[in-house]
């Protein structure tokens, strides 16, 4: 029976607000996120990205991008700033310790198909699956909304991701010779894949 | 806060025992306390986008207390987007949720009017009976003040606002539709503040867009009592060049309307003729918020702590959405959900005897121009010296598809996250 008492005591202890998913300084902070990137991280829509699951140096390298203008975005630069003001690092060791659950935005498996056919050139980079290379820094794609992934290749393709940036130069010229068609079908493939 | 005496408390909540028998309640089953409070409780009064969301995260922060939610409404229908159901972009379906989702959360919700609040007590009245709280949340959204327009109290049934998401946004539409083409379409904007900025002017780009595609002979009249376009003014001033058929006539206030002869008077004295007409009444906050005695000197809106949302003149009151007054935000659904947030994080701190953290909210904003491209507007926040100051406002350089685009992302987004 002390074990027992003992170990609720703990549990109390270790819950600051109360027992619930808000307690540490990130999730609340991030509280504000949730509105457009979904309770915990995890993205309800097609253009905004899950952040569930996002390494903690890429988080933090894509808020330094929009908050300085590099990455331009109407919505996101606003936010970075305050991400920045109220402490980037416990946004990112909150939102990187959050398992990504893969979007529910329903793809056609016919177009994911053809997606997986035409990614070959996205492998070199990216990996098979898409996982990307943490170490440096290319994200990991799979299960990402496919609206926001068709964003970015759009994106890339007119040069308005980083524009002149010229580590990403490859991805931009890869873009350019592909059809819109064609980003829809990798967008589907890579929102598919578990 | 006056402490509210129990005959006064009682002589009001008689007002709201009305509204829930007419609206076919279960008033008469409350009596007394009809539901004894056993845990730690936080009553919210009003299932909007800021009480809908306070409600829920009050359980995600700390499943141990109870949340019950006074919401009169069955369905929740979003105020954001209900401009495109006028046009026809959208059907008022697609902004149309049920509660289960708070439901599923925890939320016990009561689909009955908080008639009354008596803080010194720690009650909320609900027809014939009470329910005691720890703390509450009055998210009553605003009441139109229909006495400041002559006409106007005694045509509601004629002279639409659509301004409350729901039966009147469809009844605008059908009104609309049935306007001959060649007729006039006049639009009556409030003096700030009101809900939603930029909200009558999305609205004007949705009336003037449906009518240069079906009615090309009918012309929009936008008397505005502001000086000018309030929100996103280049952005709209950009996307009007596209509607010639839109007459707006800044410091335009109305302040009568007569349906029978199908025609308002503005305060200069100048009368317009319509045949339609959509009359946004001025505002202030939720009728609970008033008579409860939470609104300020202006008598209309509800100053708050910025940083927990508690009322400045009610102990253990929380009031969040466009009830508010004193931060530098919008009345906008986003902000809402946001101090509902912020609320119920700092409730929960609260509760469990501990100091609420420094959180901010955010703003993002979009408006639909024509039926496929949008504008937004972004404002984040910081806290100085306890109060809640502007880091940054940020447009988008014009109206795109690929905003339009995200703002569906949003609206899921939002949607889910307040009653999902």
């Known amino acids: 029976m002390q074990v027992v008492i003992g170990i609720a005591l703990v549990l109390a202890a270790a819950s600051v607000a109360g027992a619930g998913p808000l307690d540490t300084p990130g999730a609340m902070k991030a509280l504000n996120c949730s509105a457009c990137h979904g309770f915990a991280g995890q993205s309800a829509g097609d253009t905004m990205p899950i952040l569930a699951g996002l390494w903690p140096e890429y988080f933090k390298k894509a808020i330094a991008d929009y908050a300085s203008g590099k990455r331009p975005s109407t919505e996101m630069e606003p936010y970075a700033k305050q991400v920045i003001q109220f402490g980037v690092d416990d946004y990112a060791v909150y939102f990187g310790g959050l398992k990504r659950e893969p979007t529910k935005i329903a793809v056609d498996a016919t177009a994911a198909g053809r997606g997986r056919a035409a990614a070959q050139p996205c492998v070199i980079c990216h990996g098979p699956d898409g996982r990307g290379d943490r170490a440096k820094l290319i994200p990991d794609l799979a ?52 | ?187 009556s904007i409030p003096p700030a503040a009101y809900r939603c900025p930029p909200g009558p002017y999305e609205r004007a780009c949705q009336v003037a867009w449906y009518l240069k595609q079906s009615k090309p002979r009918s012309k929009l009249v936008i008397l505005d009592a502001n000086q000018n376009i309030i929100s996103k003014t280049a952005l709209f001033r950009a996307a009007w060049r596209e509607y ?42 939720g009728t609970i918020a008033v008579q409860a005695d939470l609104v300020g000197a202006d008598k209309r809106w509800c100053e708050v702590n910025h940083l927990t949302f508690e009322s400045a003149k009610a102990p253990n009151v929380h009031v969040v959405g466009d009830s508010t007054i004193g931060l530098p935000v919008p009345k906008s659904g986003n902000v809402a959900n946001a101090m509902g947030k912020v609320a119920a994080v700092a409730i929960v701190h609260q509760l469990n005897g501990k100091q609420p953290p420094q959180l901010a909210p955010g703003n993002t904003c979009y408006s639909w121009v024509n039926d496929r491209e949008a504008i937004a507007v972004v404002n984040t926040y910081r806290i100085e010296n306890g109060k809640v100051v502007q880091i940054e406002q940020k447009l988008t350089p014009g109206q795109s598809a690929a905003v339009a685009q995200n703002s569906l992302g949003w609206a899921r987004s939002i949607w889910n996250d307040v009653v999902g």
Request: proline fraction near 6%; hydrophobic fraction near 40%; charge should be positive.
């Open chain 2, 244 to 285: 010639p058929n839109i007459d707006y006539r800044a410091s335009n206030k109305v302040v009568k309307v007569d349906p029978g002869a199908r025609e308002v008077t503005t305060d200069f004295g100048d009368k317009v003729k319509y045949d339609v007409v959509n009359l946004i009444p001025p505002q202030r906050a």
């Open chain 1, 143 to 194: 299960g990402q909304p496919p609206g926001y992934l068709k964003n970015q290749m759009m994106l890339f393709r007119e040069d308005k991701r980083s524009p002149g940036d010229p580590s990403l130069k490859a991805i931009k010229e890869l873009m350019k010779s592909l059809s819109d068609d064609t980003m829809s079908d990798l967008a589907a493939y890579y929102s598919s894949v578990r």
């Open chain 2, 1 to 187: 806060m006056k402490a509210m005496g129990r005959r006064e408390f009682l002589r009001t909540s008689g007002i709201g025992l009305g509204v829930g028998l007419l609206g076919g309640g279960c008033a008469t089953a409350m009596k007394g306390d009809f539901a004894p409070k056993t845990a730690r409780r936080v009553v919210v009064v009003g299932g909007g986008w800021g009480g809908a969301t306070a409600a829920k995260y009050v359980r995600l922060g700390d499943p141990t207390i109870e949340v019950i939610l006074l919401e009169p409404n069955r369905q929740f229908v979003s105020c954001p987007f209900s401009n495109l159901v006028l046009s026809g972009v959208r059907t008022l379906d697609s902004i149309t949720f049920d509660y289960s989702g708070l439901r599923r959360h925890g939320v016990r919700v009561i689909h009955e009017m908080a008639s009354a609040l008596d803080p010194a007590a720690r009650r909320v009245r609900v027809g014939e009976g009470y329910l005691e709280y720890d703390r509450a949340v009055v998210a009553p959204g605003v009441e139109f003040q229909w006495e400041l327009v002559e006409g106007l109290a005694e045509n509601q049934d004629k002279v639409l606002h659509a301004w409350k998401a729901g039966p009147q946004t469809q009844a605008l539409a059908e009104q609309m539709r049935a306007m001959p083409d060649g007729g006039v379409f006049v639009l």
